[in-house]
Nanobody, 124 residues
Framework: QVQLAESGGGLVLAGGSLRLSCVVSGRTFGCYAMGWFRQPPGKEREFVASISWRGASTVYAESVKGRFTISRDNANNTVYLQMISLKPADTAVYYC?????????????????WGQGTQVTVSS
């Protein structure tokens, strides 16, 4: 059974930083791309960042470029999302997801396993 467990969310002031982690079990983590998505209050889920299976390639939503960094540790089955210069608009439930293949994707349907989400709240 594949499981994804996010952690690291919380309440932070605007301009602050957080690092989200997602541990994957039940799957050969290093064989698949990973992604982060988020769902702001009252809005649809949206793409945030994706990283290829060995970490050589990354892609980001325009809204987070230069502020968020996705990385992975294949030895520990973990993907990270480092977030700096946080804004109130970044408030959302953040989800990690494991892709169907090795390459990055901005499309939610290209991910077949999802975590339960972790809340990030940025106050002004």
């Amino acid at each position: 059974q594949v499981q994804l467990a996010e952690s690291g969310g919380g309440l932070v002031l605007a301009g602050g930083s957080l690092r989200l982690s997602c541990v994957v079990s039940g799957r050969t983590f290093g064989c698949y791309a990973m992604g982060w998505f988020r769902q702001p209050p009252g809005k649809e889920r949206e793409f945030v960042a994706s990283i290829s299976w060995r970490g050589a390639s990354t892609v980001y939503a325009e809204s987070v470029k230069g502020r968020f960094t996705i990385s992975r540790d294949n030895a520990n089955n973990t993907v990270y999302l480092q977030m700096i210069s946080l804004k109130p608009a970044d408030t959302a439930v953040y989800y990690c997801a494991s892709a169907v293949g090795t390459t990055t994707s901005t499309i939610a349907s290209r991910y077949n396993y999802w975590g339960q989400g972790t809340q990030v709240t940025v106050s002004s």
